[in-house]
Structure formats: structure tokens, C-alpha cells
């Protein structure tokens, strides 16, 4: 089965609700490619971002997007085993979705890739107040920081984040997510080690070149 007749497939289970669909998808693109990064990308990825392009539009409800999201949250859980890295390399990260982002998957697969190459990840998820993401940062001393952003309203708080966290570090952040596709590079550019990342491909490859 072809890539793309996978993808359509997931997305339409995703929609209908169809877990068990949704995960014999997983189980079939996995077949011909047993990249984690491949799946998350060209299946997870881009059915979610189809869905909450449809539900920008009102074409489908919030239950709807919400419901898809979770099915995608489990499918990813039950990979984790197989993405935990046994070979663990003493480095740590905080992942968060900026204050007031409700978005929490692509901080998630994020999460997993660093996991996948022995770092300790630090998954905050949802939503993240900035004071309390300040104060986790001093408690648990990461060598990066992850910071998440699906919703350009919501940008105001991932520049008021960025300038927080280098008045106590200096240590790098990374920033990503759907809604810095077209000015990632450029916010990134205002602050010192701070690096926009497009995709998990250019994620991991940072993290080995940390190694």
C-alpha cells in the first residue's frame, strides 16, 4: 500500500474515530518503513495538520479535532518502548507549549526524539504557565530548552518566554511548531541561541551533532 493511500486512509479513521484503523495504518506504513521520524511526519504530522486546517474552517467541530488528537496521542505511547534509547547520554531537555497553547503533539513527537537519542526529556505538555517553566528550568538545570507553537495569536508569549528564560540562561532553545513556518527563522534570529527547527529530520540531526 502506497504511502499516500496509507495517510488518507489514517486521516479518515482519525476523523470517523476509528482507533483500531487508525492503528493497522501505523502497523502498515511501518512495514515498508520503520522510521519513527517517517511516521510521525507523514502520517501523524500531516493528518493533524489537515484536521486543524478543517476545523479552522469550521468544516469539523472541536470534539472532532480533539478526539483525533487523542487517538494520535495513544498510537504514539504505544511506540515508546521501541523509542526509548537504552544508550543514554547524561543530557537533559524541557519541552513546552508556550503559555496559552493548547496544541500539545508536536512538543510531544519532539519529546520523542530526543528520547530516541538517549536524552533525559522533560515533557511539560499543554499550556505551560511561563513563571512555572522558569522555575522547572532552574530545578531540574536542562542542557536545551524546546519551546512549542501551533497558534501565531499566541506569539506575543513565546517572545515574552524566550526573554524570561535569558534573563536566569544562557543554555539554548530550540523553537518550532506549525504556526513559525514563515517567521521561525527570523524571531529566532533576535535572540542569541535561540534556533528554529522545521522539522523532527533537522531536529535530530542537531541532537547528534550535540553528541
Not at 532552574?138 to 501565531?152: A, E, N, R, T
Amino acid at each position: 500500500m502506497e504511502n499516500l493511500k496509507i495517510y488518507e486512509d489514517v486521516l479518515d479513521s482519525l476523523l470517523k474515530g476509528n482507533r483500531l484503523a487508525c492503528e493497522n495504518g501505523m502497523k502498515e506504513f511501518r512495514k515498508s518503513n520503520s522510521s519513527i521520524i517517517a511516521l510521525y511526519e507523514e502520517i501523524f504530522k500531516k493528518s493533524l495538520y489537515e484536521i486543524g486546517q478543517r476545523w479552522e474552517c469550521n468544516k469539523i467541530s472541536v470534539a472532532v479535532e480533539h478526539m483525533a488528537t487523542s487517538i494520535t496521542e495513544g498510537l504514539m505511547n504505544q511506540l515508546f518502548p521501541e523509542i526509548m534509547s537504552p544508550e543514554r547520554k547524561n543530557k537533559k531537555v524541557i519541552i513546552s507549549c508556550v503559555e496559552n497553547e493548547e496544541h500539545q503533539i508536536g512538543g510531544k513527537m519532539v519529546a520523542d526524539i530526543f528520547e530516541k537519542n538517549g536524552w533525559d526529556a522533560h515533557y511539560l505538555g499543554a499550556n505551560t504557565p511561563m513563571n512555572e517553566l522558569v522555575k522547572f528550568c532552574g530545578l531540574v538545570k536542562p542542557d536545551m530548552i524546546g519551546l512549542s507553537l501551533s497558534v501565531y495569536s499566541n506569539v506575543h508569549f513565546l517572545l515574552e518566554e524566550i526573554a524570561t528564560i535569558r534573563t536566569v540562561t544562557n543554555i539554548p532553545i530550540m523553537i518550532g511548531g506549525q504556526a513559525l513556518n514563515d517567521v521561525g527563522v527570523e524571531l529566532a534570529d533576535r535572540f542569541t541561541e535561540v534556533f528554529y527547527f522545521r522539522n523532527l529530520e533537522a531536529i535530530e540531526s542537531y541532537i547528534k551533532g550535540c553528541a
